[in-house]
């Protein structure tokens, strides 16, 4: 899938709920996710659809249950091109365009910094989660 496709289907914000909360919570059904995001089950599934389409989300059948995670592959290629286009234009090198400014460059990495904080956190939270249910 091309890449302005893949924004395409991320610019709902339904969709992008959809994919915190499996990447947060782990592989749903649609009833856990509609309760959850407060929208319909006939609702969720269209999105789930799209993002199954898309290649972002993917579905294995448990008897009557079918539960939907995040494809991680593709949410890795997603990171890959979001560091190609991000705002700072490094590209993924790490190294910034010499015409913005230092303070710009210095408010985007804070902003990055701040998210990779609240990611880790909730990987953090999912790993100490599934190590409960092990134990």
Not at 18 to 25: D, H, R, S, T, Y
Not at 80 to 93: A, D, S
Not at 98 to 107: A, D, P, V
Request: charged share 35%; with cysteine; hydrophobic share 30%.
């Amino acid at each position: 899938m091309e890449p302005s496709e893949i924004f395409k289907v991320l610019s709902v914000e339904t969709r992008v709920r959809i994919i915190e909360l499996l990447k947060g919570q782990g592989p749903l059904g649609t009833k856990d996710i509609a309760t959850t995001i407060g929208i319909t089950t006939a609702a969720v599934s269209q999105h789930l659809k799209i993002l199954k389409q898309a290649g972002l989300v993917r579905s294995e059948r448990k008897g009557y249950w079918i539960p939907y995670k995040i494809d991680e592959k593709a949410m890795e290629n997603c990171r890959q091109i979001l560091n190609e286009v991000c705002t700072c234009g490094c590209k993924g090198t790490g190294q910034f365009r010499e015409t913005e400014s230092e303070r710009s460059n210095l408010e985007s990495l804070k902003k990055y910094e701040e998210e990779l904080r609240i990611e880790l956190g909730s990987i953090r939270q999912r790993l100490k989660e599934l190590e409960a249910k092990e134990e």
